[in-house]
């Protein structure tokens, strides 16, 4: 879908428009593709320029959190607290993504239930770490 060329570029200018506020390349070594989509070779080129791909856990809906209702896919803030609640038990090492915006079409915004999620999640006594922890950097 994409060339490396276009691939890079479009990732420079990122770091680029980063740099801007105060955040270098050093300090955002890890690299999320566009709709969690992504394959070897994107794994590969990623590698090569010196990053590290990532992505959310599976076993949960956390990120579905910016479908809205006119969506085949879309999932209830209650529909995805319950997945989460689910894997309850399971949830050592987990990369839960959540969405800090979403379309204004989803007024039921999940965000809005972090605090009830935190609280769930320190009740079975898990501990939140970065990125870099949860690798052992």
């Known amino acids: 879908m994409v060339t490396r060329n276009v691939f890079e570029t479009d990732l420079e200018s990122n770091y680029d428009a980063m740099k801007k506020f105060g955040v270098p390349k050093q300090d955002a070594r890890y690299f999320l593709p566009p709709y969690e989509w992504y394959n070897d070779t994107i794994s590969a080129w990623t590698r090569a320029l010196g990053l590290e791909l990532i992505n959310f856990s599976s076993g949960t809906i956390s990120h579905a959190d910016y479908t809205t209702p006119d969506m085949k896919n879309f999932r209830s803030s209650d529909e995805i607290l319950h997945s989460i609640r689910r894997e309850g038990e399971n949830l050592n090492g987990f990369i839960l993504l959540m ?11 999940f965000y809005k239930r972090l605090p009830e999620l935190l609280r769930f999640l320190q009740a079975r006594q898990y501990r939140f770490v970065t990125v870099d922890q949860l690798l052992g950097e």
């Open 99 to 109: 969405h800090i915006g979403t379309d204004p079409r989803r007024a039921d915004k």
